[in-house]
C-alpha cells in the first residue's frame, strides 16, 4: 500500500505530529498518505517498541473522540439545511439523499467513539436485581466467626 517512507527511526517530534494530527481528526490511512511521515507499519512498530509514544498516541485517540463530537454537531448543523429545488415546483425542499449521508456519517463517528471510550461514549447498561438476595452464606459467617470466639475464650 505505502511505498518505501522515511523516518522508520523513532523521532520524538515525528511522533508528536502524529499524534497531533490523530488528536485533530486524522486518520492513520490519512498519515499513510502524507509521504512526508511514517508509514502505518512503521507506527504500529513505534507503538509496540515505545511505551512513551503508545502512552501519547492513547491519549491523542481519547482527544479524537472529542474531536468527533464537535464533527457531529457540525454534520447535524449541516444535514439541517440540507436542501435543494424542486424542479417541478421551483421550491426548496429537503435534500432526503443528503440528510441519510450525514446520518450515516454520524452514526459511522458514533460507532467509533463507542468502541474506543465504551465507558465515556458507550451505551448505559442499567442491571435490575429481580430475585431474593441469599444472605445465607454472611449468616454462616457470622456464626463461624462467633464459634471461633468462643473457642479461644
Not at 507499519?41 to 513505534?46: A, G, K, P, R, V
Amino acid at each position: 500500500m505505502s511505498k518505501y517512507k522515511p523516518k522508520t527511526t523513532y523521532i520524538k517530534e515525528v511522533a508528536a505530529k502524529i499524534c497531533e494530527l490523530i488528536a485533530n481528526g486524522a486518520t492513520l490511512v490519512d498519515i499513510d498518505k502524507d509521504k512526508s511521515l511514517p508509514a502505518r507499519s512503521t507506527i504500529f512498530t513505534w507503538l509496540k517498541q515505545q511505551p512513551e509514544f503508545e502512552a501519547m498516541y492513547v491519549r491523542a485517540r481519547e482527544m479524537q473522540s472529542e474531536y468527533y463530537v464537535d464533527e457531529i454537531v457540525r454534520l447535524g448543523e449541516e444535514a439541517e439545511q440540507a436542501t435543494l429545488i424542486d424542479e417541478k415546483t421551483g421550491r426548496e425542499k429537503v435534500d432526503h439523499g443528503l440528510v441519510q449521508a450525514k446520518k450515516l456519517q454520524i452514526d459511522s463517528l458514533k460507532w467509533i467513539m463507542c468502541h474506543r471510550a465504551p465507558k465515556k461514549f458507550g451505551p448505559r447498561v442499567e442491571v435490575e436485581h429481580t430475585g431474593d438476595v441469599n444472605v445465607g452464606i454472611i449468616e454462616r459467617l457470622e456464626r463461624a466467626k462467633n464459634r471461633k470466639k468462643e473457642e479461644t475464650d
